[in-house]
């Protein structure tokens, strides 16, 4: 993500109503998003449609990556045999019945 311009990526409420063509055809050329404001405090954040799809899917990965450091520090996995023996008592479990 770029870094937040304070003079040119906050802008009003009222301001970007009137001019939300002029910020979108920026928000795309310079791929800065806008943060909006209103009465004075943060309202909301415009974003690339690129840079949406990288906070949606990169978010839930580095959670996953995260979640596994801590699961094999606390000593919480098993190995790929341990997995597979269960996989192998689950088939024949299944055929079994």
């Known amino acids: 993500m770029k870094k937040l311009s304070i003079s040119q990526d906050i802008v009003p409420v009222g301001e970007f109503k009137t001019g939300i ?8 050329e310079t791929g800065h998003h806008l943060v909006i404001t209103q009465n004075g405090r943060p309202a909301g954040v415009i ?3 690129s840079e ?6 990169q978010n839930p990965f580095v959670k996953s990556v995260n979640q ?5 520090e606390s000593g919480e996995y098993h190995t790929t045999d341990e997995v597979k023996e269960k996989i192998k008592s689950a088939r024949n479990s299944r055929n079994t019945q």
């Open 21 to 28: 063509s002029k910020f979108l055809k920026s928000l795309n």
């Open 47 to 49: 974003l690339t449609p």
């Open 68 to 72: 596994g450091q801590q699961d094999i």
């Open 52 to 57: 949406y799809d990288k906070l949606t899917y």
